[in-house]
């Protein structure tokens, strides 16, 4: 599922004026990124018993953590054509 989230998060349309959107979707990938390489890591776990992976993992999901807490939406994010002035499509 952490694997699947971050996926999602690669993915996810971002709205607003092209630099704003573009900002987001950086963010977005780090973010999406950083949690397929903890998902991956717990499978390493899982699977092979590995323990730098067991110890790897969690400390990825903090740092996931850590970017949701400070992400903010860009500036004009919520600008552009067919925004009207909300977050479209969420």
Do not use: C, D, K
Request: charged content about 10%; glycine content about 12%; overall charge negative.
């Amino acid at each position: 599922m952490i694997i699947l989230t971050g996926a999602l998060f690669l993915f996810h349309a971002q709205h607003g004026t092209s630099e704003a959107a573009a900002r987001a979707v950086r963010q977005h990938r780090v973010l999406g990124s950083t949690l397929i390489v903890a998902g991956l890591l717990n499978f390493i776990e899982i699977f092979s018993g590995a323990g730098f992976a067991a110890i790897l993992w969690p400390i990825m999901l903090l740092i996931a953590a850590a970017q949701l807490l400070l992400y903010r939406e860009p500036e004009g994010a919520y600008e552009g054509e067919g925004s009207h002035g909300r977050h479209a499509g969420h």
